[in-house]
């Protein structure tokens, strides 16, 4: 009786032992059960996140800043952080420093600094945020006043944990119409993220970059300083020393940026060890001093000197540049000069590059990638393909340009130095490469006209994409060609040839007119208008001269698969000389389009070309007539 009792409950307790067993095994699943899919949960929150951040704005200032550091001559602007000024700035609350600096002086890269400086000083402390902005000149159509604000609230909205309410309230409401917030919605937005934290500190270096036209400057301070006002945000910008900025910030603490000696001094200590020429080791101390008393607070005289000093091979030579170099309000032109002196030093296959290079950054319609800039070199006018083998290296083409070209690494963008060697190459185009809008015109529609094109659109996003991957100049090339031949002093070799060949006509329309999908910035290569032809291109651009003689064989009245004509397209972008001569050619001028039901009178009053209006109104257009939408 004991043995059975025994040998019972042994199995009992294995049961029960059995049993655990299996409840923790269970209860193992049912915990890795869950953790699956808070993962999920997750990434689909930060999926949507990212998705929402993007459709504020696509902008990352992010790799500028990284890209300045990169630049900046480690100890230098220490001054700065160390000054009085900075230091009453930091630590009160809506405090303005306004940071005015002659051209040159390093404005920028002491941006960075502070920038730096902030992050690390606050990176944990969740309750401070910093949002900075970069104005640039060539960045104008993305830094509209509406686009300003929005990278301020996103980058707000980023440093929070989870993103804000009204964030995504801002998002819903115009997901389903697929539309884009207006500027008080924005504004509105940022202020109400500003005020989630306990303190802000916006940060906009190159005020003077920013646009003016249509008020777009004037109202961004307009809002900056409401939001100040509205959250005690401390504000730090940067600018060159114009009047109406000036005026803007009378009240504010001021403090001029100017190159500290020091600074120059380390600068160069960096240039010269990077070197490795025993010339500049050994006379270091004579090049130190003799540039440094050249640069008078104008940080750039100081790389740009540099540039002009390395080159020397001799004792003698070096000497009599050190001797020599320029100074006052002129040294920046002078600068350069002697710059252009050295690339026409080089051999004529150099020279050549060196001021194709220059020519296309100074006149392209919007910064150019490095890769985009390669395709462009290696384009030989006539061939039907692009050879690889003639494809420049990136280094050749900034070493070739003595120093008036970089490459910001994290953008992989190539551009001039500064701002003032735009402006030096604008002024003094006609010297240097006078025929350079005709010869990029031509380039660009010899890169539209290659086989590639031939089988012309594509019938895929995935095809668009990867065609746009493959032709590193395509997306330039459709978008901008136009406007360079508007600009040419003389005849463009190859565009009536282009645009009479329909099938690259067409592809060349598509990365024309394809569009980011607001919702998840990919591109939608397919909801454009089909049968687009050369005459709806040239008219869509403005070029009238080609206008004229394409209207030779061409009927004026042609319509794309939207039912939209060349006169559609002309009046919609405002080019009354194209509009005049269509309608001077017999150019039905009540025709409605298909997709929106406007007329050519509509487009031109929707993008109020007043001119053309009344040029359509003349010619007896009705002014009653109303598109789909009322």
């Not at 420093?97 to 404005?107: H, T, V």
Request: with cysteine.
């Amino acid at each position: 009786m004991e043995k059975n009792s025994a040998e019972h409950n042994k199995h009992l307790f294995q049961l029960i032992q059995s049993f655990e067993a299996v409840s923790i095994q269970r209860n193992q699943q049912l915990t890795d059960v869950k953790i699956g899919i808070d993962v999920l949960h997750h990434a689909h929150d930060d999926q949507q996140r990212q998705t929402i951040l993007g459709w504020l704005t696509s902008i990352d200032y992010g790799a500028q800043q990284r890209d300045f550091i990169d630049r900046r001559q480690q100890g230098t602007g220490q001054w700065l952080l160390n000054s009085d000024e900075f230091q009453t700035w930091l630590n009160a609350e809506k405090q303005t420093l306004f940071c005015p600096g002659i051209p040159g002086a390093g404005k920028t890269i002491l941006t960075a600094v502070a920038i730096k400086d902030l992050i690390t000083r606050f990176q944990n402390n969740p309750g401070v945020g910093i949002a900075y902005l970069y104005c640039n000149f060539r960045r104008k159509d993305e830094q509209k006043e509406h686009d300003l604000l929005a990278s301020l609230l996103k980058q707000l909205s980023s440093g929070r944990s989870s993103l804000p309410d009204s964030v995504n309230l801002l998002y819903d409401k115009h997901k389903e119409k697929r539309t884009r917030p207006s500027l008080d919605e924005i504004s509105g937005t940022l202020q109400s993220v500003a005020g989630s934290y306990s303190r802000v500190i916006i940060i906009v270096d190159a005020l003077d970059e920013c646009q003016v036209t249509d008020g777009c400057r004037e109202t961004f301070l307009s809002e900056i300083f409401s939001l100040q006002t509205k959250t005690k945000a401390n504000l730090f910008a940067t600018s060159r020393f114009i009047p109406d900025i000036i005026e803007k910030f009378q009240g504010s603490t001021t403090f001029e940026i100017r190159a500290h000696d020091e600074d120059v001094r380390q600068y160069l200590d960096g240039r010269i060890a990077k070197s490795g020429q025993k010339l500049l080791e050994t006379h270091r101390q004579e090049i130190k001093t003799a540039i440094t008393k050249a640069v008078d607070g104008m940080f750039l005289l100081a790389q740009l000197h540099f540039e002009s000093v390395s080159t020397k091979k001799t004792l003698k030579k070096m000497k009599d540049v050190l001797k020599n170099l320029p100074i006052g309000p002129k040294a920046y032109d002078s600068a350069y000069e002697e710059a252009m002196k050295r690339i026409a030093g080089h051999d004529t296959d150099s020279e050549e590059l060196a001021k194709q290079v220059l020519s296309w950054i100074t006149c392209s319609k919007r910064p150019l990638s490095a890769s985009e800039l390669q395709h462009a070199l290696a384009v030989e006018v006539g061939e039907v393909k692009l050879d690889d083998d003639n494809l420049p290296e990136i280094e050749d083409i900034v070493s070739i340009c003595a120093g008036l070209v970089t490459i910001d690494e994290e953008s992989n963008i190539i551009r001039l130095v500064h701002y003032t060697t735009q402006e030096y190459f604008e002024r003094t185009q006609r010297q240097w490469f006078p025929n350079a809008q005709a010869d990029i015109t031509t380039i660009c529609v010899s890169y539209l006209s290659f086989d590639e094109f031939q089988s012309g659109i594509c019938q895929s996003d995935n095809e668009f994409e990867q065609r746009l991957q493959s032709n590193k100049l395509y997306d330039y090339a459709a978008h901008n060609w136009g406007y360079h031949a508007r600009e040419a002093l003389t005849s463009c070799e190859g565009v009536i040839e282009f645009l009479q060949r329909q099938a690259q006509v067409e592809a060349s329309s598509q990365a024309l007119m394809a569009v980011e999908r607001w919702w998840s910035g990919s591109i939608d290569s397919q909801e454009i208008p089909n049968k687009i032809t050369g005459l709806h291109l040239a008219a869509y651009f403005g070029v009238d001269d080609t206008v004229g003689t394409l209207l030779g064989s061409n009927s004026c009245d042609a319509k794309d698969s939207y039912g939209r004509t060349p006169l559609s397209y002309a009046a919609e972008a405002g080019h009354e000389a194209v509009v005049r001569l269509l309608l001077d050619r017999g150019a039905q001028f009540g025709t409605k389009d298909m997709k929106h039901g406007r007329t050519p009178l509509l487009w031109a009053t929707r993008g109020g070309h007043e001119a053309i209006v009344g040029l359509l109104l003349d010619r007896g257009a009705e002014l009653k007539t109303k598109d789909m939408k009322y």
